[in-house]
């Protein structure tokens, strides 16, 4: 029986257990950026979501929008992309309702090269009485010092309308100075 280097076997393992420690840092930087992405969204900070969740040359896809036309937009890059932002940010900075996202599943190539993301989303808006759901589906890359996405669909597969003398506010719209993370200024 021939003998094996019991240091090349070290380096070996080690080498495997780097690797999956940089897909695994890989997949939580992701998810930070989807959840960034769901904070300024959600809090009204359109210039924060766009420079930080989008490359430069990013394509935002959006489906079925607004829900049941069946319309689908197209926007590329920085400039394009942040008037649907700023549109669906303009009583903000304010919460005023919340994308509620389930079921994230992040796929992260073996290079680290890039990660696809896929999540199951569902919005409410008591200011116009919108509940709507559908996916997120996205492939992030290494941008500078974070992972940003550079191609992002957004699928709205339902959505209802309550009629607004049945909604009935129970509170105030939380202002953004209240909800500011501090760790992202």
Not at 17 to 38: D, G, H, I, Q, S
Not at 82 to 91: F, I, Q
Not at 123 to 136: E, M, V
Request: one cysteine or more; charged letters at 20%.
């Amino acid at each position: 029986m021939g003998s094996t280097d019991p240091s090349s076997d070290l380096e070996q393992r080690l080498a495997v257990a780097e690797a999956r420690l940089a897909r695994l840092e890989a997949k939580e930087a992701v998810l930070a950026t989807f959840n960034e992405y769901l904070y300024f969204l959600d809090v009204g900070y359109p210039d924060e979501l766009v420079s930080a969740v989008f490359t430069a040359d990013a394509t935002l896809e959006v489906l079925n929008f607004p829900p049941g036309t069946m319309a689908d937009l197209t926007f590329v890059g920085h400039d394009a992309i942040k008037p649907l932002y700023v549109a669906h940010t303009v009583t903000a900075p304010a919460i005023q309702g919340g994308h509620h996202a389930s079921n994230i599943a992040i796929e992260v190539a073996p290079d680290c090269s890039s990660a696809r993301l896929s999540a199951y989303f569902m919005t409410s808006t008591a200011a116009i009485g919108i509940l709507q759901g559908g996916q997120y589906q996205g492939e992030a890359v290494p941008d500078g010092d974070r992972w940003r996405f550079r191609h992002y669909r957004i699928l709205s597969g339902w959505g209802w309308k309550v009629a607004k003398d049945v909604i009935r506010p129970v509170t105030d719209a939380m202002p953004a100075e209240r909800a500011r993370d501090a760790r992202i200024e």
